[in-house]
Nanobody
Framework: QVQLVESGGGLVQAGDSLRLSCAAS????????MGWFRQASGKEREFVAA????????HYSDSVKGRFTISRDNAKNTVYLQMNSLKFEDTAVYYC????????????????????WGQGTQVTVSS
């Protein structure tokens, strides 16, 4: 298991940008894919973005593609989610997740492929 701590959420206006960070500890960070999921009030948690252990492969949901960028700094054991052109519908609690299996070059998008989760950080976008 790995411990994950998210930060960077807040209240912004539509069109603004925000960067989320997730600090990891507890195992070799660069061996595992990382992901971001979100859960809006009254809805199920959904996949947002994922990045392979190497950082060379990324994958995004259609709803954020072109606006969000996932990246990682393996020297700092941290994964980021840069969110640009935020929309009201991006309002949600955002969760960082660590991959269940070692994955240097492959990303995942199913919740079952991740086995460690952060506590979540609230992102609220006002229209």
């Amino acid at each position: 298991q790995v411990q994950l701590v998210e930060s960077g959420g807040g209240l912004v206006q539509a069109g603004d940008s925000l960067r989320l960070s997730c600090a990891a500890s507890g195992r070799t960070f660069s061996n595992y894919a990382m992901g971001w999921f979100r859960q809006a009030s009254g809805k199920e948690r959904e996949f947002v973005a994922a990045i392979s252990g190497s950082g060379f492969s990324t994958h995004y949901s259609d709803s954020v593609k072109g606006r969000f960028t996932i990246s990682r700094d393996n020297a700092k054991n941290t994964v980021y989610l840069q969110m640009n052109s935020l929309k009201f519908e991006d309002t949600a609690v955002y969760y960082c997740a660590a991959g269940r299996y070692p994955s240097y070059s492959v990303t995942f998008s199913r919740e079952s492929d991740f086995n460690s989760w952060g506590q979540g950080t609230q992102v609220t976008v006002s229209s």
